[in-house]
């Protein structure tokens, strides 16, 4: 699930968070793509603002819990991320925007590791 939100006057600021997943694009000006999990649990993709890559904190969540995994900072020049578990389950990620940006958090739920 993604939370969309395109702030009023605001065209061509198009965020995009990739992350892993089978699923296509969403194609609104906010978008969350998916990339791909490899069977190590690591989970990684990339954040972009407008196309160009970003640091951004990633947040990795046990969705049952709710208990925090990880968090990390996407890198600024790539946009990349990546955080590692050796437990299996089903979690979910969000990205949080800097304050007064523009956009709210975006969520990625239902990523299933095992």
């Given at each position: 699930m993604v939370d969309i939100y395109t702030p009023p006057g605001t065209p061509g600021n198009a965020v995009n968070f990739v992350l892993p997943s089978s699923s296509a694009p969403v194609s609104t000006e906010l978008n969350f793509f998916p990339?791909?999990?490899?069977?190590?649990?690591?989970?990684?993709g990339y954040v972009q603002l407008n196309g160009s890559p970003v640091a951004?904190?990633?947040h990795v969540h046990l969705r049952e819990t709710g208990e925090l995994l990880e968090s990390t900072m996407s890198d600024a020049a790539t946009g990349y991320f990546s955080v590692t578990t050796a437990i299996s389950g089903t979690y979910y990620a969000n990205m949080l925007p800097i304050l007064g940006e523009g956009y709210n958090i975006l969520v990625y739920d239902e990523i299933v590791l095992d």
């Open positions: 990339q791909g999990i490899p069977v190590d649990y690591t989970y990684d951004r904190q990633v």
